[in-house]
């Protein structure tokens, strides 16, 4: 059923930079931290604002919206997509064949991720 579909459109999230902030501090990283990069146009109808996520003071995810708050949720997508290595240009999920069984633990919840565990 995954077939031909991009995971990025599937996988809904209801609060980013909470889950966000959660898997850093799960992570041992900093706090999330929204900055406006730059705006085009900010008092215009084609107006455009690019917020960064950074964490450590690295940017972890950026993102151009027609608001700074749209701005700074898809920023926040941005940063779990690159945390999960997501990418809209990544290879298809294998479904040609079913995948080996190592365990038989349930998935751990986005709010448990640890990338160490992962695996």
Known sequence: QLVGKNLNEIWQIENPMSVLATILKNEGMGEPEARLLWTAGPST????????????????????????????????????????????????????????????????AIQDWKSGEIG
């Open 45 to 108: 109808l084609l107006s455009s604002f690019t917020v960064g996520i950074y964490s450590d003071r690295e940017l972890i995810g950026q993102y151009a919206g027609e608001s700074v708050e749209i701005a700074e949720e898809m920023a926040a997508r941005d940063a779990l997509r690159q945390m999960f290595q997501t990418s809209d240009r990544m290879k298809p999920l294998p479904v040609s064949s079913p995948l080996p069984v190592k365990d038989t633990k349930p998935n751990p």
